[in-house]
């Protein structure tokens, strides 16, 4: 099979992916890398009695077709040593000394083995509490928070990249404003992004612009009241300096919580798609929707055959890695095999949009992103109940929503997560997760400060297909140039080559909720903000999040963040 990579999808794959060997030297190919990740994952069917044999190569096929591809951990660790396959962790932190660092402990095996950790540091009490054991005073969240990003700073995950955590605090605890405003210093916290977990109640304060409580949460007892809207307005402010904090409605994300019987969720994955109960793991995998069409004598048109038959592949491979990965702890393993969560999403959906000749933002690709991710979801579900009846349900379903007599067991506690897919969509060569295009031409910074040149290859696919094409053109854009420059171009190809700070603030937040709408755990999306948007701008932002149902939310004003991954060649079309 001839497997065809982008410059920069092998650069990544020779520095984080490939096998190496004592000099640092990758000592396999792509493809075997796809063979030996197929064997090792379809290996768990031999638990079940099953030939291995024929889903070792209905994976690989999938793998190397660039059609689906797993989260990073079990493309470098399949097969290998480590062999931690999950993509991330939530690991518990109560309020004691002896919590505390046992976390850090985890977290730096967990960052070790290519993984990610959240954290939920509600439960500690607010600084200058009293400490009953010593007498002393509570130095509070955030500064023991110091302790873990330390603790991620001096380990490098599989000798490759850096680890990343998730750090969430309550609204209504104490120390919330100290916690709202400690990244806009650029150098504190480089490990971690930072969220809010909102609750209802504040948002209901926020509406009839009352006052709420803050609790101690040493106590359970009221601490003081606060304006939700000082606190909200900080929020939004901060989050226009840095891009930070995002918001979470921890109570709506509980609402969907398939297993409220075993514990609540507290704290998400470090890019927020992937709530997860305490020591809780999620392994994730992401389908090409830019491979999922098929050609017509005039364009393109989706080709749902091969979606069904890529997303019924992708949940059986996704659930046989539950049974493969070795699990940092013992209780992370107990939650990971008795829940079998897995988090099936997309990539290469703006690729899908231009395909179609749909532009981003527009009425049609709210209703195809509706149609697509819908089936998506029916279809993983179907799938997960067929495992069911062949390997038998989760263990945890007992007690949980999908306990009902009448109903046919599932094999998952959940099926679907929209991942941000960063290094997976270089590798695949398509747009990364759900987002439009950042630029048509762009500087990609990956691993260690390494930068990778870019040009979009549908802007060449398109222009043949409709008759501009010229090397020119192409130069133009490689140079940085803008589209809708362009006397060669139609308009209405110009109209279905948007980039993410072309699509309205409301339309990126509209994408989202659709999404959102299909998916049983949430949605990584950032909404673009140009450089000259206000704070206004982004608490309008997180109100409509609210109202059009997403569990959470992040904004991104253009330059506000000194490394960003992607860098449009000319400023003047950022």
Same mark, same amino acid.
């Given at each position: 099979?001839?497997?065809?990579?982008?410059?920069?999808?092998?650069?990544?794959?020779?520095?984080?992916?490939?096998?190496?060997?004592?000099?640092?030297?990758?000592?396999?190919?792509?493809?075997?890398?796809?063979?030996?990740?197929?064997?090792?994952?379809?290996?768990?069917?031999?638990?079940?009695?099953?030939?291995?044999?024929?889903?070792?190569?209905?994976?690989?096929?999938?793998?190397?077709?660039?059609?689906?591809?797993?989260?990073?951990?079990?493309?470098?660790?399949?097969?290998?040593?480590?062999?931690?396959?999950?993509?991330?962790?939530?690991?518990?932190?109560?309020?004691?000394?002896?919590?505390?660092?046992?976390?850090?402990?985890?977290?730096?095996?967990?960052?070790?083995?290519?993984?990610?950790?959240?954290?939920?540091?509600?439960?500690?009490?607010?600084?200058?509490?009293?400490?009953?054991?010593?007498?002393?005073?509570?130095?509070?969240?955030?500064?023991?928070?110091?302790?873990?990003?330390?603790?991620?700073?001096?380990?490098?995950?599989?000798?490759?990249?850096?680890?990343?955590?998730?750090?969430?605090?309550?609204?209504?605890?104490?120390?919330?404003?100290?916690?709202?405003?400690?990244?806009?210093?650029?150098?504190?916290?480089?490990?971690?992004?930072?969220?809010?977990?909102?609750?209802?109640?504040?948002?209901?304060?926020?509406?009839?612009?009352?006052?709420?409580?803050?609790?101690?949460?040493?106590? !359970?007892?009221?601490?003081?009241?606060?304006? +939700?809207? @000082? =606190?909200?307005?900080? %929020?939004? &402010?901060? /989050? $226009?300096?840095?891009?930070?904090?995002?918001?979470?409605?921890?109570?709506?994300?509980?609402?969907?919580?398939?297993?409220?019987?075993?514990?609540?969720?507290?704290?998400?994955?470090?890019?927020?798609?992937?709530?997860?109960?305490?020591?809780?793991?999620?392994?994730?995998?992401?389908?090409?929707?830019?491979?999922?069409?098929?050609?017509?004598?005039?364009?393109?048109?989706?080709?749902?055959?091969?979606?069904?038959?890529?997303?019924?592949?992708?949940?059986?491979?996704?659930?046989?890695?539950?049974?493969?990965?070795?699990?940092?702890?013992?209780?992370?393993?107990?939650?990971?095999?008795?829940?079998?969560?897995?988090?099936?999403?997309?990539?290469?959906?703006?690729?899908?949009?231009?395909?179609?000749?749909?532009?981003? !933002?527009?009425?049609?690709?709210?209703?195809? +992103?509706? @149609? =697509?991710?819908?089936? %998506?979801? &029916?279809? /993983? $579900?179907?799938?997960?109940?067929?495992?069911?009846?062949?390997?038998?349900?989760?263990?945890?379903?007992?007690?949980?929503?999908?306990?009902?007599?009448?109903?046919?067991?599932?094999?998952?506690?959940?099926?679907?997560?929209?991942?941000?897919?960063?290094?997976?969509?270089?590798?695949?060569?398509?747009?990364?997760?759900?987002?439009?295009?950042?630029?048509?031409?762009?500087?990609?910074?990956?691993?260690?400060?390494?930068?990778?040149?870019?040009?979009?290859?549908?802007?060449?696919?398109?222009?043949?297909?409709?008759?501009?094409?010229?090397?020119?053109?192409?130069?133009?854009?490689?140079?940085?140039?803008?589209?809708?420059?362009?006397?060669?171009?139609?308009?209405?190809?110009?109209?279905?080559?948007?980039?993410?700070?072309?699509?309205?603030?409301?339309?990126?937040?509209?994408?989202?909720?659709?999404?959102?709408?299909?998916?049983?755990?949430?949605?990584?999306?950032?909404?673009?903000?140009?450089?000259?948007?206000?704070?206004?701008?982004?608490?309008?932002?997180?109100?409509?999040?609210?109202?059009?149902?997403?569990?959470?939310?992040?904004?991104?004003?253009?330059?506000?963040?000194?490394?960003?991954?992607?860098?449009?060649?000319?400023?003047?079309?950022?």
């Amino acid at each position: 099979m001839e497997l065809k990579l982008s410059p920069g999808a092998m650069t990544v794959l020779e520095k984080r992916y490939l096998t190496k060997d004592a000099s640092g030297r990758a000592v396999e190919t792509p493809l075997e890398m796809f063979r030996r990740v197929a064997r090792n994952v379809a290996g768990a069917e031999k638990l079940y009695g099953v030939d291995a044999s024929m889903f070792e190569e209905e994976f690989f096929r999938m793998m190397a077709r660039l059609e689906f591809l797993p989260n990073s951990p079990t493309l470098m660790n399949a097969g290998r040593r480590l062999q931690q396959l999950a993509a991330c962790f939530v690991l518990p932190v109560e309020d004691s000394l002896d919590s505390i660092f046992e976390a850090v402990k985890n977290t730096a095996i967990i960052h070790q083995s290519g993984g990610g950790t959240g954290f939920s540091f509600s439960r500690l009490r607010q600084s200058n509490d009293i400490v009953g054991s010593t007498g002393g005073i509570a130095s509070g969240p955030v500064s023991f928070m110091r302790v873990f990003n330390a603790t991620t700073e001096a380990i490098k995950q599989g000798g490759t990249r850096r680890g990343a955590n998730m750090g969430i605090l309550r609204i209504d605890h104490p120390d919330i404003m100290s916690f709202i405003t400690v990244k806009e210093d650029p150098s504190e916290f480089t490990n971690f992004n930072l969220s809010v977990a909102v609750t209802e109640r504040f948002m209901e304060a926020l509406e009839k612009n009352a006052e709420y409580p803050l609790v101690n949460p040493r106590t !359970g007892k009221i601490a003081e009241y606060k304006s +939700a809207k @000082e =606190v909200f307005d900080k %929020i939004a &402010e901060s /989050a $226009w300096k840095s891009g930070e904090p995002g918001v979470i409605f921890m109570d709506r994300v509980n609402r969907s919580n398939p297993t409220p019987n075993i514990g609540s969720f507290e704290a998400t994955n470090p890019c927020g798609e992937q709530p997860l109960l305490s020591y809780e793991p999620c392994n994730l995998g992401s389908i090409n929707l830019g491979k999922m069409l098929r050609r017509r004598d005039k364009g393109w048109a989706m080709d749902f055959d091969k979606l069904r038959s890529t997303v019924v592949a992708s949940v059986r491979f996704l659930d046989d890695v539950i049974d493969m990965s070795r699990y940092p702890t013992r209780e992370i393993d107990v939650m990971a095999k008795g829940n079998r969560k897995i988090g099936l999403g997309v990539m290469g959906f703006a690729d899908m949009l231009v395909r179609l000749r749909v532009c981003y !933002g527009s009425a049609d690709s709210f209703r195809i +992103a509706g @149609e =697509v991710m819908k089936f %998506i979801s &029916e279809t /993983a $579900w179907e799938a997960s109940r067929e495992l069911a009846g062949t390997k038998g349900p989760f263990p945890n379903i007992k007690g949980s929503v999908f306990d009902m007599p009448r109903g046919r067991p599932v094999r998952n506690a959940t099926v679907t997560t929209i991942a941000p897919t960063g290094t997976l969509s270089i590798i695949a060569d398509c747009s990364s997760g759900i987002e439009p295009f950042y630029s048509l031409s762009y500087i990609r910074q990956v691993l260690n400060g390494v930068k990778i040149p870019e040009v979009n290859p549908l802007v060449e696919e398109v222009s043949k297909d409709e008759g501009f094409y010229s090397t020119e053109l192409i130069e133009f854009i490689s140079a940085g140039g803008n589209v809708k420059d362009r006397k060669d171009v139609p308009e209405w190809i110009k109209d279905i080559f948007v980039t993410a700070f072309d699509v309205s603030p409301e339309a990126h937040i509209r994408m989202q909720a659709v999404f959102q709408e299909f998916t049983d755990n949430a949605v990584s999306k950032t909404i673009n903000l140009p450089q000259d948007a206000k704070p206004e701008d982004v608490k309008n932002a997180y109100l409509l999040a609210y109202r059009l149902g997403c569990k959470g939310v992040t904004v991104y004003r253009s330059g506000t963040r000194a490394e960003q991954v992607l860098t449009c060649k000319s400023p003047l079309y950022c």
